[in-house]
Structures are given as structure tokens and as C-alpha cells.
């Protein structure tokens, strides 16, 4: 009879191993949750239109829970021994998030908007659930987290639109 045995990361890769790959792939998802809180703002302030209390504030929230993540992410990254760069340069360089319009927005396309900005994010996210399978899974783990969160900030967002 066989038993099925799921390897410890710590069998497959050495420390410093699986630190490199957490950071790999956990360093893009900071960067981007880094844009989108400074974006996440940007629409919040500058959104006008009929549904602007809902949107105002449900941007806040997403706004809150890109930080929440981002700490998350970071300080697991940091927590294996390793740096990472979300400095202003390095996450306007490097973020996959799409170029925001400036000045006032309807709060329709300031919905789409942010979803779309939301979406570039998932993108990355989902990236890192499907890297960090095979590096550590406590790493995983986190990813998972961020990636359900964002895409529960993205359907209230989006339910605005919903006819
Ligand atoms: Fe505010």
C-alpha cells in the first residue's frame, strides 16, 4: 500500500532557496499593491457622478485592504531574511498597474478604472499562488489570501456597474 506524502519546502529547497523564490514572486505583488493604494486614492478623491458616496467609499476600503496586503506580503518576504524594493521609484517602474487618468472621473469609468487596475494586480497575484506552489506553501498561502481579498474589493467595485 502507498501512502501519499507531501514534501516539506524545506526538503525540496535549501533556506536560502526558498527565501530567493518567496521573493520572486512576492516582491511584484508589494509593488502593485503599492500602486494600487496610491491610485486606489486618486480615484477616490477625484470621483463625481450620482453614485459618488458608495464609490468614495468603497475605494477606501480598497484602498485599506491593498495596504493590509502589502504588509502581509512584504513581511513575508522580510521574514525569510530577505530585502525587497517597493520604494516610490522602484513600484512606478516596475508596477503592471495600467497609467490612471488625471483630474475629475464619472464614478463609472472611475469604477472601471480601478477594476482594470484591480485586474492588472490579480494578474500578479495569481502568479505568485501558481509559482509559489512548488517553493513554499506557507508563502502560497498569502497569495491565496490576497487574491480571494482583491477579488472580492473588485466585485463590490464592479457590482456598481452591474445593470
Ligand atoms: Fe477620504
Request: proline share 3%.
Amino acid at each position: 500500500m502507498t501512502s501519499t506524502h507531501i514534501q516539506a519546502p524545506s526538503e525540496l529547497a535549501t533556506t536560502s532557496e526558498i527565501a530567493a523564490g518567496v521573493a520572486q514572486f512576492l516582491s511584484p505583488v508589494v509593488r502593485d499593491l503599492e500602486a494600487l493604494v496610491v491610485n486606489g486614492k486618486q480615484a477616490h478623491w477625484h470621483v463625481r457622478g450620482g453614485s459618488f458616496v458608495g464609490v468614495h467609499e468603497t475605494l477606501d476600503q480598497v484602498v485599506e485592504h491593498a495596504q493590509d496586503y502589502a504588509d502581509t506580503a512584504a513581511e513575508r518576504v522580510v521574514a525569510l531574511g530577505l530585502p525587497l524594493d517597493s520604494r516610490i521609484q522602484t513600484v512606478a517602474a516596475q508596477s503592471t498597474l495600467p497609467t490612471l487618468p488625471d483630474g475629475f472621473q464619472s464614478w463609472q469609468d472611475t469604477c472601471a478604472t480601478v477594476v482594470g487596475q484591480i485586474d492588472a494586480a490579480l494578474v500578479t497575484v495569481r502568479a505568485a499562488v501558481n509559482g509559489l506552489d512548488d517553493i513554499d506553501l506557507s508563502s502560497q498561502d498569502v497569495a491565496i489570501e490576497i487574491e480571494r481579498g482583491l477579488t472580492k474589493d473588485r466585485w463590490f467595485l464592479q457590482a456598481h456597474l452591474a445593470s
